[in-house]
């Protein structure tokens, strides 16, 4: 059974960080493009930031580009997310995916993505 299992969310003061981790089990995902995405309460889930398969491309969104990087340890079977200079308006639960096919780039859309994790909530405050 194919788990994806996110952590180290939690409660910050604005200008703060964290690292969420996102490790999987089941299977290996080293071949397959990875992205973080997050929810803010009544909004629609949205991209943050994805990395293709080896690791050498990696987008982000706007809003958190140069705030934040996304990393993975293929041999620990875990993507990264690290979150620095926090905003209010980051606080959102962050959710990891895994792409639907495999060598990908890590696509924008959620639809490309096919294993979920649960999420992980971030409240960063005022």
């Known amino acids: 059974q194919v788990q994806l299992v996110e952590s180290g969310g939690g409660l910050v003061q604005a200008g703060g960080s964290l690292r969420l981790s996102c490790t999987a089990s089941g299977r290996t995902f080293s071949t397959y493009g990875m992205g973080w995405f997050r929810q803010a309460p009544g909004k629609e889930r949205v991209f943050v930031a994805a990395?293709?398969?080896?690791?050498?491309?990696?987008s982000y969104a706007d809003s958190v580009k140069g705030r934040f990087t996304i990393s993975r340890d293929n041999a620990k079977n875990t993507v990264y997310l690290q979150m620095n200079s926090l905003k209010p308006k980051d606080t959102a639960v962050y959710y990891c995916?895994?792409?639907?096919?495999?060598?990908?780039?890590?696509?924008?859309?959620?639809?490309?993505?096919?294993?979920w994790g649960q999420g992980t909530q971030v409240t960063v405050s005022s």
């Open positions: 995916a895994v792409e639907r096919m495999p060598y990908g780039s890590g696509s924008r859309e959620a639809g490309n993505y096919y294993y």
């Open positions: 990395i293709s398969w080896r690791g050498g491309t990696t």
